[in-house]
C-alpha cells in the first residue's frame, strides 16, 4: 500500500496535466470563424469593457480545452449554439459580462453530459473547501429535481437540521433569488457563505399548502470522513466520502481497532457516499488487496488512460469482508465497491448504486478567471465493465421497509444528458427484507444488522437459512 501511495500523486499530477495540454486526437482545431456567432453575440449583449474582453477570450479558452479533452468527440458548433441561445434575449450592452459568460458556457456545457461545468472563482473556492473537509454553509445534502434543490438529509448538529429541515423538503428561494433556472453548483454557491452570516430560504413541503419560510445563520461545517467501531469482533469503518486523506485514515482505524480486538471481519460502509477524489479511491481499494487490477480510465487522448494495480501489502488479509452501498453511493465509492467485489474481496450488500462512472478533472483557466471542471473519461472495473448508469449491483439486494424511505432515489440514468454506459449489472445472488434480520441492539440500524448477520453465518446459504420468518419480521 506504502509503494502504491508514494506512487501516486506523481500519476494524478500527469493525469490532471494531460487533460489541460496538448491531445493526439484527430479531431479539427476550434478556430475563431466557428466561434464567431458566440463571441459577436457576446461583445453585442455586454457590457463594454475590460471584462467583456477577458471573458470574450475565456470562450475559446474553454471551448477548444473541451475540444481536446472530452471522451467522446465534440461537435463545436452544438456548443456555440446552446451558448448564443442565452446571450440572443439580452437588450444590446446590458450584461454583465462575467454573469452573462458563466450563463451561456454552462449552457454550452450542460449540452455534454450532467457534469461537466464552468466554475467561476467562488464556486472554484467552495470545491477547495470541500476538498479540506472544512467549509461555510448551511450542513446538508441536496439534489436538484423539476429545477428545485431537494433536501436529501440533514447534517446532525448543523443550521439546517437546527433549522427544522426534512428529507424531500425542497427549497424554492434563496433569500430574494428564486431557485428555478439555476444549476445545483449554483445554488450550493449560494448556499455557502462566510460562518455567522444569514440567510433564508423559503420551503415547500409535502402535506402543506402554504410554503414557508426559514431564517439560518451559516456555520462552520465539517465534515468528518471516517467513523469507527467494534461490533463485536466485526470491525466497522463508515465512509461518508473521499475528499481527504481516507487511506491514511483507513489504515490508522485498523491500526487503532486492532491494539484494541483483533477483528474476526470487516464491515466498509459506504451508504450514502458521494465520491470524491479519485487518488483517495484507488488506494482506499489498495488497502484491502494485495494484487489485481483496481481501476482503468478509458479517455479519448493517451493522457486520459490509466490502469492502476494493487501491490502486495493488503491490511486484514483474509478477514471476510462486506462492503454496503445505496442508491447514493456514488462515483469514488462505486470504483470501490466494484474494485473490491470483481476481485472477490469483499460481498457486497445494500441497493443497487448510484451510477456515476465518469471522471471529471478540474482546471484552473488563471488567476480570477475560474476553472473548468470537465468530464475527461469513463472508468471500469477490474472485470472491464463500467457502472456508468447501471451501477454497481450488490450481492445481496437489501430491501428496506418502504416507510423508511423518505426521498425517492434518483440515479445517473435519471439525469439528462447522462453518458451511455454499460448493461446491466448481474442480478443478485440473494434478495432480503431487512426488518428481517435480527438487531444486536437498538442504535444499529437493519442494513448493518444484515451485514453482521452475514460475517456470522459466513456464506449466502447459512444466512439465508438463519434469517427470522417473514411473519415474525412484522414485529420490528
Given at each position: 500500500?506504502?509503494?502504491?501511495?508514494?506512487?501516486?500523486p506523481?500519476?494524478a499530477?500527469?493525469?490532471?496535466?494531460a487533460?489541460?495540454?496538448?491531445?493526439?486526437?484527430?479531431?479539427?482545431?476550434?478556430?475563431?470563424e466557428m466561434?464567431?456567432p458566440?463571441?459577436?453575440?457576446?461583445?453585442?449583449?455586454v457590457?463594454?469593457?475590460?471584462?467583456?474582453?477577458?471573458?470574450r477570450?475565456?470562450?475559446?479558452?474553454?471551448?477548444?480545452?473541451?475540444?481536446?479533452?472530452?471522451?467522446?468527440?465534440?461537435?463545436?458548433?452544438?456548443?456555440v449554439?446552446?451558448?448564443v441561445?442565452?446571450?440572443?434575449p439580452?437588450?444590446?450592452?446590458?450584461?454583465?459580462?462575467?454573469e452573462?459568460?458563466?450563463?451561456?458556457?454552462?449552457?454550452?456545457?450542460?449540452t455534454?453530459?450532467?457534469?461537466?461545468?464552468?466554475?467561476?472563482?467562488?464556486?472554484?473556492?467552495?470545491?477547495r473547501?470541500?476538498?479540506?473537509?472544512?467549509?461555510?454553509?448551511?450542513?446538508?445534502e441536496?439534489?436538484?429535481?423539476?429545477?428545485?434543490?431537494?433536501?436529501?438529509?440533514?447534517?446532525a448538529?448543523?443550521?439546517?437540521?437546527?433549522?427544522?429541515?426534512?428529507s424531500?423538503?425542497?427549497?424554492?428561494?434563496?433569500?430574494?433569488?428564486?431557485?428555478?433556472?439555476m444549476?445545483?453548483?449554483?445554488?450550493?454557491?449560494?448556499?455557502r457563505?462566510?460562518?455567522?452570516?444569514?440567510?433564508?430560504?423559503?420551503?415547500?413541503?409535502?402535506?402543506?399548502?402554504?410554503?414557508?419560510k426559514?431564517?439560518?445563520?451559516?456555520?462552520?461545517?465539517?465534515?468528518?470522513l471516517?467513523?469507527?467501531s467494534?461490533?463485536?469482533?466485526?470491525l466497522v469503518?463508515?465512509?461518508?466520502?473521499?475528499?481527504?486523506?481516507?487511506?491514511?485514515m483507513?489504515?490508522?482505524a485498523?491500526?487503532?481497532?486492532?491494539a484494541?480486538?483483533?477483528?474476526?471481519?470487516?464491515?466498509?460502509?459506504m451508504?450514502g457516499n458521494?465520491?470524491?477524489?479519485?487518488v483517495?479511491?484507488v488506494?482506499?481499494?489498495?488497502?484491502?488487496?494485495?494484487?489485481?487490477?483496481?481501476?482503468?480510465?478509458?479517455?479519448?487522448t493517451?493522457?486520459?488512460?490509466?490502469?492502476?494495480?494493487?501491490?502486495?501489502?493488503?491490511?486484514?488479509?483474509?478477514?471476510?469482508?462486506?462492503?454496503?452501498i445505496?442508491?447514493?453511493?456514488a462515483?469514488?465509492?462505486?470504483?470501490?465497491a466494484?474494485?473490491?467485489?470483481?476481485?472477490?474481496?469483499a460481498?457486497?450488500?445494500?441497493q443497487?448504486s448510484?451510477?456515476?462512472?465518469?471522471?471529471?478533472?478540474?482546471?484552473?483557466?488563471?488567476?480570477?478567471?475560474?476553472?473548468?471542471?470537465?468530464?475527461t473519461?469513463?472508468?471500469?472495473?477490474?472485470?472491464?465493465?463500467?457502472?456508468?448508469?447501471?451501477?454497481?449491483?450488490?450481492?445481496v439486494?437489501?430491501?428496506?421497509?418502504?416507510?423508511?424511505?423518505?426521498?425517492?432515489?434518483?440515479?445517473?440514468?435519471?439525469?439528462?444528458?447522462?453518458?451511455?454506459g454499460?448493461?446491466?449489472?448481474?442480478?443478485p445472488?440473494?434478495r432480503?427484507e431487512?426488518s428481517?434480520?435480527?438487531?444486536?441492539r437498538k442504535?444499529?440500524?437493519?442494513?448493518?444488522?444484515?451485514?453482521?448477520?452475514?460475517?456470522?453465518?459466513?456464506?449466502?446459504?447459512?444466512f439465508l437459512?438463519?434469517?427470522?420468518?417473514?411473519?415474525?419480521a412484522?414485529s420490528?
Amino acid at each position: 500500500m506504502t509503494r502504491l501511495l508514494r506512487a501516486l500523486p506523481p500519476l494524478a499530477a500527469t493525469w490532471l496535466l494531460a487533460a489541460a495540454g496538448a491531445s493526439l486526437a484527430a479531431s479539427p482545431a476550434v478556430t475563431d470563424e466557428m466561434l464567431a456567432p458566440l463571441t459577436s453575440a457576446y461583445v453585442q449583449a455586454v457590457k463594454p469593457g475590460e471584462q467583456a474582453e477577458l471573458h470574450r477570450e475565456l470562450f475559446g479558452t474553454v471551448l477548444r480545452r473541451v475540444q481536446r479533452s472530452y471522451p467522446r468527440e465534440v461537435d463545436v458548433s452544438e456548443l456555440v449554439a446552446a451558448a448564443v441561445k442565452t446571450i440572443e434575449p439580452l437588450e444590446p450592452q446590458s450584461g454583465e459580462p462575467a454573469e452573462v459568460f458563466t450563463k451561456a458556457i454552462n449552457a454550452a456545457l450542460a449540452t455534454l453530459d450532467p457534469h461537466s461545468r464552468y466554475l467561476d472563482a467562488r464556486a472554484q473556492s467552495n470545491q477547495r473547501s470541500s476538498i479540506t473537509g472544512s467549509f461555510g454553509g448551511l450542513g446538508m445534502e441536496v439534489d436538484m429535481v423539476d429545477g428545485l434543490v431537494r433536501v436529501v438529509a440533514p447534517m446532525a448538529g448543523t443550521p439546517a437540521a437546527r433549522a427544522g429541515l426534512q428529507s424531500g423538503d425542497l427549497i424554492v428561494r434563496f433569500d430574494d433569488q428564486p431557485v428555478l433556472g439555476m444549476a445545483l453548483p449554483e445554488a450550493i454557491s449560494l448556499m455557502r457563505g462566510k460562518a455567522g452570516t444569514p440567510i433564508s430560504l423559503m420551503i415547500r413541503r409535502a402535506g402543506r399548502e402554504d410554503e414557508f419560510k426559514v431564517s439560518m445563520v451559516r456555520d462552520t461545517i465539517r465534515t468528518q470522513l471516517l467513523r469507527w467501531s467494534m461490533e463485536g469482533d466485526v470491525l466497522v469503518l463508515r465512509l461518508s466520502s473521499f475528499m481527504g486523506t481516507v487511506s491514511a485514515m483507513l489504515e490508522k482505524a485498523i491500526a487503532d481497532a486492532t491494539a484494541i480486538r483483533t477483528p474476526r471481519a470487516v464491515v466498509l460502509d459506504m451508504r450514502g457516499n458521494p465520491g470524491g477524489l479519485l487518488v483517495q479511491a484507488v488506494t482506499t481499494a489498495d488497502v484491502f488487496l494485495s494484487a489485481g487490477d483496481i481501476v482503468s480510465l478509458r479517455g479519448r487522448t493517451p493522457g486520459n488512460r490509466r490502469t492502476w494495480q494493487a501491490d502486495a501489502v493488503e491490511q486484514l488479509a483474509g478477514v471476510p469482508m462486506v462492503v454496503l452501498i445505496d442508491g447514493r453511493s456514488a462515483s469514488a465509492a462505486e470504483l470501490v465497491a466494484a474494485a473490491l467485489q470483481e476481485n472477490g474481496r469483499a460481498t457486497v450488500m445494500g441497493q443497487r448504486s448510484f451510477g456515476k462512472g465518469s471522471v471529471q478533472t478540474t482546471v484552473s483557466l488563471g488567476a480570477d478567471k475560474g476553472a473548468l471542471k470537465l468530464t475527461t473519461a469513463l472508468y471500469h472495473g477490474p472485470s472491464g465493465r463500467t457502472v456508468q448508469r447501471t451501477g454497481v449491483g450488490p450481492d445481496v439486494e437489501l430491501v428496506a421497509a418502504r416507510a423508511t424511505t423518505a426521498v425517492a432515489a434518483r440515479r445517473e440514468a435519471d439525469r439528462p444528458r447522462a453518458l451511455p454506459g454499460a448493461d446491466e449489472p448481474l442480478p443478485p445472488k440473494a434478495r432480503v427484507e431487512q426488518s428481517r434480520c435480527a438487531l444486536p441492539r437498538k442504535d444499529v440500524d437493519p442494513a448493518l444488522a444484515c451485514a453482521l448477520a452475514f460475517l456470522e453465518a459466513g456464506g449466502i446459504e447459512t444466512f439465508l437459512a438463519a434469517l427470522e420468518p417473514e411473519e415474525a419480521a412484522a414485529s420490528y
